[in-house]
């Protein structure tokens, strides 16, 4: 059973930075791509930023510039930088992984950022 758990959000000001981790355990083998999305109340789930196992990157217009994504050295653990956080980032964050052609989904984590 692959779990995937998101760690690292909390409340911050305008301007702030935060990072969130996220490892999938359950599994031997390792992930084809990892990447974050978040959802905002009422609004849909939407693409953050991706990575894949060969450390090709693909982030959000909206994000590019202040987050950066990337692998640890663990298996199937990967980060999300979050630096010049504004309001409108404020939304729950979601990690996900593709393994062995499956699509897997943590738990998401709660990032508030304050004006």
Same mark, same amino acid.
């Given at each position: ?5 998101? %760690?690292? $959000?909390?409340?911050? #000001? =305008?301007? *702030?930075?935060? !990072?969130?981790?996220? /490892?999938?355990?359950? &599994?031997?083998?390792?992930?084809? %791509?990892? $990447?974050?999305?978040? #959802? =905002?109340? *009422?609004?849909? !789930?939407?693409?953050? /930023?991706?990575?894949? &196992? ?16 990337? !692998? ?44």
């Amino acid at each position: 059973q692959v779990q995937l758990v998101e %760690s690292g $959000g909390g409340l911050v #000001q =305008a301007g *702030g930075s935060l !990072r969130l981790s996220c /490892a999938a355990s359950g &599994s031997m083998f390792s992930s084809d %791509s990892m $990447g974050w999305y978040r #959802q =905002a109340p *009422g609004k849909q !789930r939407e693409l953050v /930023a991706v990575i894949t &196992s060969g450390g090709i990157t693909n982030y959000a217009d909206s994000v590019k510039g202040r987050f950066t994504i990337s !692998r640890g050295n663990a298996k199937n653990t990967q980060y999300l930088q979050m630096n010049s956080l504004k309001p409108e980032d404020s939304s729950i964050y979601y990690c996900n992984a593709i393994i062995m052609g499956r699509l897997y989904w943590g738990q998401g984590t709660q990032v508030t950022v304050s004006s």
